[in-house]
């Protein structure tokens, strides 16, 4: 029976049809619905990794033991997974690996814009490209059988808006699969001997590869009426390119990215007038057409900045497009910011009060950064913040030092802020490092982490004491603050900031999305006390406004957390009726 997906849904769909059997990942916008609903097939065991690196060892190891396996990240998530990622493509597998990356061209939820495709080529490595969720099932079946054909791992790239966009898709049966282990050093030590010897393996294997994508399937000619332009297209910029041109011009549609055919691109661009590359991000296909000595159009019509629209592909492409109704009214800009009684938000408040210079993380606590709080200094990677806490700290020892911290949330800690910590402690640099534990990895949508006690499935599971490992680590002051309470936020700060040694921070508190987190009655502001001061404005809580010159308190979104009380000098919020 046919079926709605999204196509991450589908990708998990063809992990289950493929005969997947083992799963881990680390969870990041867009990739992390890929292992959620890979889990909820018993017949696949899946977890969520301490971080991507870990996953992909992880997963390298259960095909190595003969099950095909698979991990999921997003783009930045490559770059953490990237050491191993290099070298299994020298080692090759035993039973197929497929990895999925998904990019996320426009930045909804990332830092940077980086285009995946470019590790495909540098780690010689194959790398397939679905177009929507029917594609995203076969692609990800065909990964398998090209793992195990060509004995490599295989990369499987998807994007934001085909990860998220829904399509329709046909499910079938599930084919187990597994492999006996066999002993084999040289293949799978990679010591500098035997990494000699697997280098032109892999050369002999991109090689072939080539032969092989010149004749794919998923590399497929759509012919068009008008022979005056040609398309070199994939991903979601052919959906775009379709939706625009429809049947007009001829049509390359690449589903297998890298390594690409060469003959088959000679002999379409032959074939047409003039050659059009679009595609998002890097013009990765159009510096392969011209390696090929081929005149193209490509990134001088299209911006390598941000995603693709329909209508700029239309106007690229001087095509009449219909856009549909269109608002006459502007709409209003609605900027991101932390929840109402969010547990980040009195900590940050504090720390903008005492003028600290923060090194800030990745994490729905970032939103920090955002006015009124404007609490963070700078934010680069996970784990970042942690170590360039110390680089600052250090590069001050002498002089008069600038009060700084660094802010990372309990999943982003056990991620990559360990080892940080660990360094903080070996070199002894005077860095106050704080926690903001909430109790669960918020951003991403509310997944499992080492410190919940809870694992993917959320079955009971190993709990990290945050408290002890950070004493194991060798940090001897650690103190536990309440975010809810700023007069204790306040003391505690100061106190850590002065202390002569390293400390930690651990600013706990559940997140207020959480199901079984109970709310106190909403406040409500009363007008007879209110000045109109504004103060309880400074901490940025959506739940308050201020109307006719008074304060106001929205009751569906108060969750009564009081942190705005504490701020108020004139007794104006209270909960509930006693306002």
């Given at each position: 029976?046919?079926?709605?997906m999204l196509g991450n849904e589908a990708v998990a769909?063809?992990?289950?049809?493929?005969?997947?059997?083992?799963?881990?990942?680390?969870?990041?916008?867009?990739?992390?619905?890929?292992?959620?609903?890979?889990?909820?097939?018993?017949?696949?065991?899946?977890?969520?990794?301490?971080?991507?690196?870990?996953?992909?060892?992880?997963?390298?190891?259960?095909?190595?033991?003969?099950?095909?396996?698979?991990?999921?990240?997003?783009?930045?998530?490559?770059?953490?997974?990237?050491?191993?990622?290099?070298?299994?493509?020298?080692?090759?597998?035993?039973?197929?690996?497929?990895?999925?990356?998904?990019?996320?061209?426009?930045?909804?939820?990332?830092?940077?814009?980086?285009?995946?495709?470019?590790?495909?080529?540098?780690?010689?490595?194959?790398?397939?490209?679905?177009?929507?969720?029917?594609?995203?099932?076969?692609?990800?079946?065909?990964?398998?059988?090209?793992?195990?054909?060509?004995?490599?791992?295989?990369?499987?790239?998807?994007?934001?808006?085909?990860?998220?966009?829904?399509?329709?898709?046909?499910?079938?049966?599930?084919?187990?699969?597994?492999?006996?282990?066999?002993?084999?050093?040289?293949?799978?030590?990679?010591?500098?001997?035997?990494?000699?010897?697997?280098?032109?393996?892999?050369?002999?294997?991109?090689?072939?590869?080539?032969?092989?994508?010149?004749?794919?399937?998923?590399?497929?000619?759509?012919?068009?009426?008008?022979?005056?332009?040609?398309?070199?297209?994939?991903?979601?910029?052919?959906?775009?390119?379709?939706?625009?041109?429809?049947?007009?011009?001829?049509?390359?549609?690449?589903?297998?990215?890298?390594?690409?055919?060469?003959?088959?691109?000679?002999?379409?661009?032959?074939?047409?007038?003039?050659?059009?590359?679009?595609?998002?991000?890097?013009?990765?296909?159009?510096?392969?057409?011209?390696?090929?000595?081929?005149?193209?159009?490509?990134?001088?019509?299209?911006?390598?900045?941000?995603?693709?629209?329909?209508?700029?592909?239309?106007?690229?492409?001087?095509?009449?497009?219909?856009?549909?109704?269109?608002?006459?009214?502007?709409?209003?800009?609605?900027?991101?910011?932390m929840c109402a009684g969010c547990p980040h938000r009195?900590?940050?408040?504090?720390?903008?009060?005492?003028?600290?210079?923060?090194?800030?993380?990745?994490?729905?606590?970032?939103?920090?950064?955002?006015?009124?709080?404007?609490?963070?200094?700078?934010?680069?990677?996970?784990?970042?913040?942690?170590?360039?806490?110390?680089?600052?700290?250090?590069?001050?020892?002498?002089?008069?030092?600038?009060?700084?911290?660094?802010?990372?949330?309990?999943?982003?800690?056990?991620?990559?802020?360990?080892?940080?910590?660990?360094?903080?402690?070996?070199?002894?640099?005077?860095?106050?490092?704080?926690?903001?534990?909430?109790?669960?990895?918020?951003?991403?949508?509310?997944?499992?982490?080492?410190?919940?006690?809870?694992?993917?499935?959320?079955?009971?599971?190993?709990?990290?004491?945050?408290?002890?490992?950070?004493?194991?680590?060798?940090?001897?002051?650690?103190?536990?603050?309440?975010?809810?309470?700023?007069?204790?936020?306040?003391?505690?700060?100061?106190?850590?900031?002065?202390?002569?040694?390293?400390?930690?921070?651990?600013?706990?508190?559940?997140?207020?999305?959480?199901?079984?987190?109970?709310?106190?009655?909403?406040?409500?502001?009363?007008?007879?006390?209110?000045?109109?001061?504004?103060?309880?404005?400074?901490?940025?809580?959506?739940?308050?406004?201020?109307?006719?010159?008074?304060?106001?308190?929205?009751?569906?979104?108060?969750?009564?957390?009081?942190?705005?009380?504490?701020?108020?000098?004139?007794?104006?919020?209270?909960?509930?009726?006693?306002?």
């Amino acid at each position: 029976m046919k079926q709605l997906m999204l196509g991450n849904e589908a990708v998990a769909r063809g992990l289950y049809e493929a005969g997947c059997s083992f799963v881990s990942s680390y969870p990041g916008t867009p990739s992390t619905e890929i292992t959620e609903a890979a889990a909820k097939y018993a017949e696949i065991y899946a977890e969520w990794a301490p971080n991507e690196k870990v996953a992909m060892e992880a997963a390298f190891g259960a095909c190595l033991a003969g099950k095909r396996s698979f991990c999921g990240m997003k783009h930045v998530g490559l770059n953490v997974a990237a050491d191993p990622l290099f070298t299994i493509s020298y080692t090759g597998v035993n039973a197929g690996m497929v990895i999925a990356v998904a990019d996320d061209a426009g930045m909804h939820s990332s830092q940077n814009e980086q285009d995946s495709r470019h590790y495909a080529m540098a780690a010689k490595m194959p790398m397939l490209e679905p177009a929507d969720s029917a594609e995203a099932v076969a692609f990800t079946k065909l990964a398998y059988t090209l793992s195990e054909q060509f004995d490599t791992p295989v990369l499987l790239k998807m994007c934001t808006r085909i990860s998220h966009s829904q399509s329709i898709v046909e499910p079938a049966p599930r084919v187990e699969a597994s492999k006996p282990y066999e002993k084999n050093p040289q293949k799978y030590i990679m010591m500098p001997g035997n990494a000699k010897r697997r280098h032109p393996v892999v050369e002999e294997r991109t090689a072939a590869l080539v032969a092989y994508a010149e004749n794919a399937e998923i590399n497929r000619l759509e012919e068009g009426s008008d022979h005056c332009m040609g398309i070199i297209t994939s991903s979601t910029a052919y959906q775009y390119v379709k939706e625009v041109c429809g049947d007009t011009y001829p049509i390359l549609k690449l589903g297998m990215i890298w390594p690409m055919p060469e003959q088959k691109i000679r002999d379409f661009a032959a074939s047409v007038e003039k050659l059009v590359v679009v595609e998002e991000l890097d013009g990765f296909i159009e510096a392969h057409c011209k390696n090929l000595g081929l005149a193209c159009v490509g990134k001088d019509k299209f911006s390598c900045i941000d995603e693709l629209m329909p209508l700029q592909v239309a106007a690229q492409l001087a095509e009449p497009w219909q856009t549909g109704a269109v608002l006459e009214e502007q709409i209003p800009m609605r900027p991101p910011v932390m929840c109402a009684g969010c547990p980040h938000r009195g900590l940050f408040y504090t720390l903008k009060k005492n003028k600290v210079t923060a090194f800030g993380d990745i994490g729905c606590y970032t939103l920090g950064a955002v006015a009124p709080l404007a609490a963070l200094d700078t934010t680069i990677c996970m784990g970042a913040s942690v170590s360039g806490l110390h680089g600052f700290v250090k590069a001050q020892e002498g002089e008069e030092p600038q009060k700084a911290v660094a802010v990372i949330g309990d999943s982003t800690f056990m991620h990559s802020g360990i080892t940080g910590l660990v360094n903080v402690a070996y070199n002894n640099s005077n860095a106050t490092v704080i926690i903001v534990d909430n109790s669960i990895t918020g951003m991403t949508g509310h997944q499992q982490n080492p410190t919940t006690g809870m694992n993917l499935k959320g079955d009971p599971a190993a709990k990290i004491d945050l408290e002890t490992l950070c004493k194991a680590v060798g940090i001897n002051r650690v103190r536990v603050v309440d975010p809810y309470d700023l007069a204790q936020c306040d003391t505690v700060l100061k106190e850590e900031l002065a202390a002569q040694e390293p400390s930690v921070i651990i600013s706990r508190r559940p997140c207020a999305l959480l199901k079984y987190v109970k709310h106190e009655k909403p406040l409500q502001a009363d007008p007879n006390k209110c000045i109109g001061c504004k103060a309880c404005m400074r901490i940025g809580c959506p739940a308050i406004s201020i109307v006719d010159g008074k304060a106001k308190v929205d009751d569906t979104l108060c969750v009564g957390c009081g942190v705005c009380s504490q701020m108020c000098k004139f007794d104006a919020l209270k909960a509930g009726k006693e306002a």
